[in-house]
């Protein structure tokens, strides 16, 4: 892109923090001319399959994509893990790396799903984890504007480097919920607190429950993601990081973010040997109503029921959200 292209995008785009957004383009359009791997793989996107299985008002979006096939299929048990060199902190001598708020870099993903596909990493190696970690991501949401959506994937529910701190970023608006989540919030979800500053939600028509908030105040953001990770620790592994994806963006000085609490990595399914095996591995991504599938197989089979399925049987249970949801509003209410 050229230098005057970069100028007009940053003073047409006033949310944005310009210098970062500079930073970004330059690298993603250096790495796509200079790195023949992740420029062919960006130009192979193009050829990628997609199909759209409607519900009652929304609709889940299928990505047929065979890159995919590493980060579906890759083996996150903990001695897997231990027996392989990280590879975030061995990365191909051709990437390159923006800083983000010192302790981070931003790195082109060279496996995409997004026209900008982004990969967000500590700088050290420390095991992945949402604890510790949270204002940076608010952050970082913040710093990549309006068009970016930004993601987490838990340890134990489809980060595919559970022993390297990393968030992701993709291009905006082709993740479903973001499209759809002023009707998922007005007619999908129940609001379990609102003040001045936030509101809450619980998602319960959508498939697949979560707990939404949108809010123009850190603080309150950070003092919210609290009380819920405290909530569902409660219903979860003592010890362990509540299993959990989340999304988020930030939009006319607002920050929205979704959680979505797991029970499950996998779909049994995943698990099935020959043809009965399904190869899908949701994480953020897939949870926000954009599936990939690495193979043919899956992208025809997926319909409306199997969709339903998968969703229900990776996230929280009616019994167990109810409790979330009650233990939210008795941990704000009794601050
Ligand atoms: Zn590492």
Redesign the pocket.
Known sequence: MAIKDLIKRKNHNKELDSEFDTKIKELFSTQKEEWELCGNNYSALDQVKLKEILFDGFSIHVQFNPKRIISTSANTNEEAIKKRE?F??NTPPEQKRVLFNKRFDLLVNPYPIFKEHYTIIKKK?QPQTIIGNFETFLDLTKSMGREYTVFYNGPRCGAS?P??THFQAGSSNKIPIENDFDLVVSSLSNKIYSDSKINIYAIEKYLRRMIAMESESKGDLLFAYKLFVDAFKRISIPKDEPMMNILSWYRDNKWRIVFIPRRKHRPDSYFEEGKDQLMISPAAIDMGGLIITPRQKEFDLLNRELVTEIYREVTLTTEHFEYLKNRIVTNILSR
């Open positions: 990280c975030l902190c190696h480097a022993d390297h």
